[in-house]
């Protein structure tokens, strides 16, 4: 399935496809920078939880592309900076308590990228995306040591609703906004 690419000023979030997800799991450098149409970083390699976790979703529920895992592709220079999407389709059930209807957002900027706006303008185009598909209410989940995205947060006017402990990630804060 071909999902066009979300473009904000300095980015392209382009859908990465099963095709990718696969060559990616079996660490196929080479066919997933085919699919992608750009250099792989080596930092993308090494998230075989999300990859593996990602792929599984989209095979299962082929009509869930558009809304998980994007590469942020930066448009000058056509280099992958990092990751970005929600983790479900809008509305799932673990989600009714703090924000029903709503999406959780989830995203990862790589080291050399960091500092420079990447991961707020990201988010930014997924908040538009979604908005121009109707849902409302957004999701962060954010360790409370994580200054930077708590920074994205409080730009975005994300309000704090409960705490959470992550199987994988620990403690975890929930922010809303919507």
Not at 111 to 133: L, T, W
Not at 145 to 172: H, T, Y
Request: hydrophobic share 45%; net charge negative.
């Amino acid at each position: 399935m071909f999902v066009p690419p979300i473009e904000t000023d300095r980015l392209q979030l382009v859908s990465l496809s099963p095709a990718f997800l696969a060559a990616s799991q079996a660490r196929d450098r080479t066919a997933a920078e085919r699919e992608l149409g750009l250099a792989v970083p080596d930092a993308w390699f090494t998230e075989q939880f999300v990859i593996d976790m990602r792929l599984q979703d989209v095979r299962a529920n082929p009509s869930w592309q558009p809304w998980l895992l994007r590469a942020v592709v930066l448009r000058q220079g056509a280099a992958m900076a990092g990751h970005v999407g929600f983790h479900t389709p809008p509305g799932p059930a673990y989600l009714q308590q703090h924000a029903p209807g709503g999406i959780e957002i989830g995203y990862t900027i790589y080291a050399e990228y960091r500092r420079q706006g990447y991961a707020a303008e990201a988010v930014s185009g997924m908040i538009d995306y979604a908005r121009g598909q109707g849902v409302q209410r957004f999701v962060l989940s954010i360790r409370p040591d994580n200054q930077p995205s708590l920074a994205i947060a409080r730009r975005f006017g994300f309000a704090k609703v409960a705490s959470v402990v992550d199987e994988i990630d620990g403690v975890e804060d929930v922010y809303v906004l919507g």
